[in-house]
């Protein structure tokens, strides 16, 4: 039997295999694949985020599989092109998990991301003014107690740098959300990431929490609740207009 794909997409940190420490097991029962966003290349200099090609590189990897698309599994900031990418091919799209997802255009009107914005807007507006130790320092002084970002995997002259050139979440073209089976997984300890996801259940999405602060997916649970929901969302669903059982 051919096993279902499943794509995993970063967040702002590291990237590849490495930002999925816990979830490397599902390679024994699916077709795992752990992208690399663009401008995260362990060789190459970090580039200016590109959205589009994010979104590019994440249909690229559903439809390669020679199936019917597959599973989409996302962090942080990599919630907005996975999104986006399902709003665009649902179709390809079997399941949507979002992990503390940054996909604060959705909630821009309410209080925890408006409070966000107005902390973080002034130094997004400098970051190009600025060197990237500076803003790594201002970044992780704002985002004390807000948002955390996971922990790198490269030198970290490297990782400020593709810190300074991440775009602001809040400009994302993401405004409606697709029509697919979606996990919202949250670490229950920031409002920000709650609002966000309290805004998706209401769209029809499940939420469910678990420890690990910002990375609930490094945890057991955290990790036992994404293989769950994909493993349920991979059965095959009854034909329409049959019965459960034999009358």
């Known amino acids: 039997m051919e096993k279902q794909r499943v794509v ?5 940190g590291s990237f590849g295999a490495a930002a999925w420490p816990k979830q490397h097991g599902f390679a024994l029962d699916y077709d795992a694949l752990f992208l690399r966003r663009h401008g995260f290349d362990p060789v190459a200099e970090p580039e200016e985020a590109d ?6 590189i994440i249909l690229g990897a559903l439809e390669s599989g020679g199936g019917p698309g597959g599973h989409l599994v996302a962090h942080s900031q990599g919630a907005i092109p996975a999104m986006l990418a399902a709003v665009t091919r649902p179709e390809l799209v079997r399941s949507l998990v979002l992990v503390e997802p940054a996909c604060l255009s959705l909630t821009a009107e ?6 966000y ?6 130094l997004f507006e ?11 320092e201002e970044f992780q002084r704002r985002t004390a107690s807000a948002a955390a970002g996971p922990p ?6 490297r990782a400020a740098r593709r810190l300074r050139l991440q775009a602001p979440p809040w400009e994302a073209p993401l405004h409606i959300v697709p029509g697919v089976p979606t996990l919202v997984l949250t670490g229950g300890w920031e409002p920000l990431y709650e609002e966000i996801a309290g805004y998706l259940r209401e769209t029809g999405a499940l939420h469910r ?5 910002h990375r609930p997916h490094d945890s057991p649970e955290g990790a036992r609740i994404i293989r769950s929901f994909i493993a349920q969302s991979g059965r ?4 329409r207009g049959t019965s459960a059982a034999a009358s």
């Open 8 to 12: 995993f997409v970063h967040g702002g």
């Open 51 to 56: 959205l589009a090609a994010d979104v590019a």
């Open 110 to 115: 309410l209080p925890a991301t408006m409070a």
């Open 117 to 122: 914005r107005a902390l973080m807007e002034p």
């Open 126 to 136: 400098a970051r190009h003014a600025m060197g990237d130790a500076e803003y790594l």
């Open 152 to 157: 790198s995997n490269e030198d970290p002259q």
């Open 209 to 213: 929490t678990a420890a690990g602060g």
């Open 236 to 239: 095959p669903q009854p034909a």
